[in-house]
């Protein structure tokens, strides 16, 4: 039993070590307020660390001695019971050369002025809370699987933050078939500790794409209602939004329009936070040969060959022929001559190449391949082609041996049969000759 125990509490002391390690010393840049009028002299950012723990009494500012290359008072101990930034993709194997992307920004909070927002500052909140140091910190992954935005806060003049808002998402970039369902992660924690909390929250997506973009969705939390949908099948799980902060947006289904930038946004009075994910609808061409099959050829003829790719997103297509000889051998043919793009009705396009084949030097046979290389696969199709007019192969010169041996036997049979049937007759003649004569021998002695 005491090995038992001692066994039990190894583990647990491990545990112990385990969990109270787990959250990581993140390395940020520190952005610094670009001072109206005239030029900096110095750098604009400063390297700085945060010390992360998920209680307040885990850490003591004092007990931490900064590294030679930062500041002191660019340390910052960070609380965060919900342990948003303790995730494991924050904090990376010792010695990795992959670390996670951190930038910190003063933040000052102020009314929001978009219209959904504004209800959520009606109510008259206590500005000793908000004169605090604020910071606004943006993080990514080392594997660059999940961005987060935390808001934090420290009284004035000290370096003990408590994290007030976090958002989060784990898909930074998401690839969708056509017509696919598609859902951008965005989930929010909020302080309820904090007075910000108690007067509701709204959420925002919107979308960017080469310099245009449009509202997606809005939702006053406060009200509990819809202010905006500016997309057909664009929705929210409004029970997970209320239970586990879930504002992840869902498109029922992808279209070649929705590829772009997502922006999500989370309101609380006076603060705001967002993330932003990247959106492709791949879909790979289909490919089709025309003339199929490729109509009987003489050798040194020239061939004329279209293969067209259709229905597929994005622009990026690479498409080139190729031979496969009957010997196994494959030769790139080229592109061929392409035509332009063309856009069809659902958003996708359409390319095809035409390809002016010279069998001179292709041998007697094999097999003419359209491959198409897209980021959502490569796709091929091919034909048989055969040719006429070159010199037979062993194999053709043993088979035309054996052909010309059956038709020599079956020319022998016809000739056998014909002959006795020939003799038959002669004999059948002779006999009925001999009986006739007979036959009159024997009147004659009678008469």
């Known amino acids: 039993p005491s090995t038992r125990l001692n066994i039990f509490h190894l583990v647990f002391l491990c545990f112990s070590l385990f969990s109270?390690?787990?959250?990581?010393?993140?390395?940020?840049?520190?952005?610094?307020?670009?001072?109206?009028?005239?030029?900096?002299?110095?750098?604009?950012?400063?390297?700085?660390?945060?010390?992360?723990?998920?209680?307040?009494?885990?850490?003591?500012?004092?007990?931490?001695?900064?590294?030679?290359?930062?500041?002191?008072?660019?340390?910052?101990?960070?609380?965060?019971?919900?342990?948003?930034l303790c995730h494991r993709?924050?904090?990376?194997r010792r010695g990795s050369s992959n670390k996670p992307m951190c930038e910190i920004n003063p933040l000052h909070p102020q009314p929001s002025t978009l219209e959904l927002a504004v209800p959520l500052t009606e109510p008259a909140l206590s500005p000793i809370y908000l004169?605090?140091?604020?910071?606004?910190?943006?993080?990514?992954?080392?594997?660059?699987?999940?961005?987060?935005?935390?808001?934090t806060r420290a009284p004035t003049g000290t370096k003990e933050h408590d994290v007030i808002?976090?958002?989060?998402?784990?898909?930074?970039?998401?690839?969708?078939?056509?017509?696919?369902?598609?859902?951008?992660?965005?989930s929010f924690w909020a302080d309820p500790s904090s007075p910000l909390t108690g007067t509701g929250f709204a959420v925002e997506w919107r979308y960017q794409f080469r310099g245009d973009g449009r509202l997606v969705l809005a939702y006053d939390g406060k009200s509990d209602r819809l202010s905006h949908t500016g997309e057909e099948g664009a929705t929210l799980d409004f029970e997970a939004l209320h239970g586990r902060?879930?504002?992840?947006?869902?498109?029922?289904?992808?279209?070649?329009?929705?590829?772009?930038?997502?922006?999500?946004?989370?309101?609380?009075?006076?603060?705001?936070?967002?993330?932003?994910m990247e959106l492709q609808v791949?879909?790979?061409?289909?490919?089709?040969?025309?003339?199929?099959?490729?109509?009987?050829?003489?050798?040194?003829?020239?061939?004329?060959?279209?293969?067209?790719?259709?229905?597929?997103?994005?622009?990026?297509?690479?498409?080139?022929?190729?031979?496969?000889?009957?010997?196994?051998?494959?030769?790139?043919?080229?592109?061929?001559?392409l035509s332009s793009h063309r856009q069809l009705?659902?958003?996708?396009?359409?390319?095809?190449?035409?390809?002016?084949?010279d069998t001179a030097d292709l041998g007697r046979a094999g097999e003419v391949a359209c491959v198409g290389v897209h980021p959502g696969g490569t796709r091929r199709v091919s034909v048989?082609?055969?040719?006429?007019?070159?010199?037979?192969s062993i194999e053709d010169s043993m088979a035309m041996v054996g052909v010309a041996l059956v038709l020599y036997g079956l020319i022998k049979l016809v000739s056998w049969s014909f002959s006795g049937s020939e003799k038959r007759i002669k004999t059948t003649y002779v006999e009925g000759f001999k009986a006739r004569r007979w036959t009159s021998f024997s009147l004659v002695i009678q008469i």
């Open 20 to 84: 109270h390690g787990s959250c990581p010393v993140l390395e940020c840049w520190f952005m610094k307020e670009k001072v109206s009028g005239g030029l900096s002299g110095g750098p604009n950012q400063d390297k700085s660390l945060l010390y992360v723990h998920k209680h307040a009494d885990s850490h003591r500012a004092e007990s931490h001695d900064a590294p030679l290359e930062v500041n002191p008072d660019r340390l910052y101990f960070v609380t965060d019971p919900a342990a948003t």
């Open 345 to 357: 009705w659902d958003g996708t396009y359409t390319q095809s190449s035409r390809l002016e084949l």
């Open 384 to 392: 048989e082609i055969n040719l006429i007019g070159n010199s037979p």
């Open 131 to 151: 004169h605090a140091d604020w910071l606004s910190t943006a993080l990514q992954s080392f594997d660059k699987t999940m961005s987060i935005s935390a808001i």
């Open 165 to 186: 808002l976090t958002l989060t998402t784990k898909t930074v970039l998401v690839q969708s078939r056509l017509g696919a369902p598609v859902l951008l992660d965005c």
């Open 282 to 337: 791949v879909e790979p061409p289909s490919l089709s040969i025309h003339p199929s099959p490729l109509p009987l050829t003489a050798q040194g003829q020239t061939i004329n060959i279209q293969c067209e790719a259709s229905g597929f997103a994005p622009l990026s297509l690479d498409l080139h022929w190729e031979f496969k000889g009957a010997d196994g051998n494959t030769k790139v043919l080229g592109s061929g001559s």
């Open 89 to 92: 993709s924050l904090n990376p």
């Open 245 to 276: 902060g879930n504002a992840s947006l869902i498109l029922q289904e992808a279209k070649v329009h929705h590829s772009g930038i997502y922006i999500c946004s989370v309101y609380l009075p006076y603060l705001q936070a967002q993330v932003a």
